[in-house]
């Protein structure tokens, strides 16, 4: 599939922003930062939320009919994905206007970040709407048949886990600067790190050792033969072979593969340990360098995710 840097801008930003939200609203119901950095995380979040949504209307061949994907939630993941988008951002400003409060008091530092019962039940909401929203942006490319790649197992929980560790490390480093971290963060952070990386590297080894479901002869209609192709069907290139008969050269893919694990995986689990060892440790720092380095990573981890997927329609190719 061709790799349309808006989509890949998309899902890696927004992906990042409601993981900085769930873990904003995580850390607001437990009281484990406060208020002040507590806000600011919640307001990055909307920005990177609202900057992903806007870019994918980029891809977009008619961007001023984007509200009428609204209408066909039951049975789009598209349309799922753009209200379940739009509902986030109302437990997500309710949250907002609750940590306000705590913000402008002259006791910041002891003002309750969620004052009440419904607050808390607004931070629930926020959760489970952020992380919603996230899996119908997967479950748009997992529930595409013609592409066996996305069809894998491992593609939903990859992308939750990818905004959780992008997204955590954002919140960490935010509230770190004022002095809210634990190397409980540090902890858990590799271990997503950890399991993001046997996820990539098992989703890998799937798909190049599975080969496709069809072959060329299935496509012509002479299954159980060999069929070789005399010469291409067209003499220039159409919407198919541009948008979806990408090719990706085998040595560029494993290279890139390396450098995503790197960068998504190592480096950010590498930046922890020390925060996770040593808990007097000015934290920020490192997490903040942890985020950049797995937010480069997650953009191409995207890119190979377009990149490497083969769609049936190349057979006829």
Not at 36 to 65: E, Y
Request: with cysteine; glycine share 8%; aromatic share 10%.
């Amino acid at each position: 599939m061709h790799p349309a840097f808006s989509v890949i801008f998309f899902t890696t930003l927004s992906g990042a922003g409601y993981g900085l939200l769930i873990c904003s609203a995580i850390a607001a119901v437990f009281r484990w930062a406060g208020a002040r950095p507590l806000l600011g995380c919640m307001a990055l979040g909307l920005v990177m939320v609202t900057i992903g949504l806007l870019s994918s209307m980029a891809h977009l061949g008619k961007p001023s009919r984007a509200w009428r994907a609204f209408s066909q939630w039951r049975t789009s993941w598209l349309s799922r994905e753009g209200v379940m988008a739009i509902v986030t951002y109302v437990p997500a400003l309710l949250v907002a206007s609750m940590l306000l409060p705590g913000m402008l008091s002259p006791n910041a530092e002891g003002a309750p970040v969620i004052p009440n019962t419904f607050g808390a039940i607004a931070a629930v909401a926020l959760v489970a709407c952020a992380l919603m929203t996230v899996v119908c942006t997967a479950m748009i490319y997992a529930s595409l048949k013609p592409i066996p790649a996305w069809r894998h197992a491992f593609v939903v929980p990859v992308y939750l886990l990818f905004s959780l560790l992008t997204g955590g490390l954002l919140c960490g480093a935010l509230t770190g600067f004022d002095g809210y971290i634990g190397n409980g963060v540090a902890m858990i952070g590799i271990a997503i790190a950890t399991v993001v990386g046997v996820l990539k590297w098992r989703y890998w080894r799937d798909i190049d050792t599975t080969p496709l479901a069809h072959t060329r002869a299935d496509a012509v209609g002479l299954p159980g033969r060999e069929v070789s192709v005399f010469e291409r069907p067209h003499t220039e290139s159409n919407y198919l072979t541009r948008e979806m008969g990408f090719v990706l050269a085998r040595k560029h893919s494993r290279r890139l593969r390396i450098i995503a694990m790197v960068l998504f995986a190592v480096i950010p689990a590498l930046l922890m340990l020390p925060v996770w060892l040593f808990v007097h440790l000015d934290a920020a720092p490192w997490l903040a360098a942890a985020a950049v380095s797995a937010l480069l990573g997650a953009v191409v981890e995207r890119w190979l995710f377009f990149a490497e997927a083969r769609h049936l329609v190349t057979l006829y190719y």
